[in-house]
């Protein structure tokens, strides 16, 4: 498969701009924290402005000078609002935001329409605070989240649905649904098992699937796999800050048909250029 050329910085804001706003997916949303402290000047620094002008121009310059601020705020597809503390996330050294995270999403729905994902906060809301040991199992906070994937009988008809979500507050990770392959897959760039995220994921796909009338039992057979190890299938990271944008490069690379460490036979890895390209 041909990678499809990204949009432009202003295409994709005059996108965003476009996008109507869905309805909630949840009652409350909780959100993972921010790695930005309080108190950050609410203005771009000299260097901030003068990186974007040089970068991006001046119409984009003025439009995130306009609506990156919380007075102000930028909309985007889920109605969420990106501020300059989830701009200076994109710092070298810095965790992303769970709405840094969300919009790349969005942006990247919009680059490949088939993309379907659950929000970070799906996690979330299913297991409760990822800080606060042992996980739990919320169902009945999670039972709207299907609505833009089709509903409980729709999610199944599709070949992938992304879940990125944040463990132990520090690491973003990505859980990868294959409805199709009736597999989950683990994606970790530190290498962590994920057995008991895909356990807690495998239950919520039962109980989905239990709500379409006429569905026989989920998995009579045993047939789902839940592949927990991900040092088969992704490139370690060497640092502690990088998991946000390696996230970021699963969806680019899944996406486009290319290959990560080990996923299919091959040595091929991260270059360089594709975390700079997402940074």
Known sequence: ??????????????????????DKTAETEEETPHSVPPGTPEEFTADEAKYIQERFGDDVFEYLDKHLFPNKGAKWGSGKRIGIKDFRSLRPGVWLSDDVIN??????????????????????QLLGDPKKPPLLFDYDKVTRYSKPLGGPAGMFMLDRIFVPFNIKGNHWVLALILP?????????????????????????????????????????KNEWKLEADSSKRVPKQPNDNDCGVYLCCYIDHIMSGNVLLGYYGTSSRFEKGDLDGVH
């Open 180 to 220: 199709q392959q009736k597999k989950i897959e683990y994606w970790d760039s530190k290498h962590n098992n994920g057995k008991e995220y895909l356990d807690h994921i495998y239950k919520y796909l039962a109980l989905e699937w239990d709500k379409v009338p006429g569905n026989g039992p989920f998995d009579p």
């Open 103 to 124: 919009l790349y999403f969005e942006i990247s729905h919009l680059i490949h329409p088939e993309l379907k994902f659950l929000k970070t906060t799906f996690m979330l």
């Open 1 to 22: 498969q041909v990678p499809k050329t990204p949009p432009k910085p202003k295409e994709v804001i005059d996108l965003l701009a476009q996008t109507p706003e869905n």
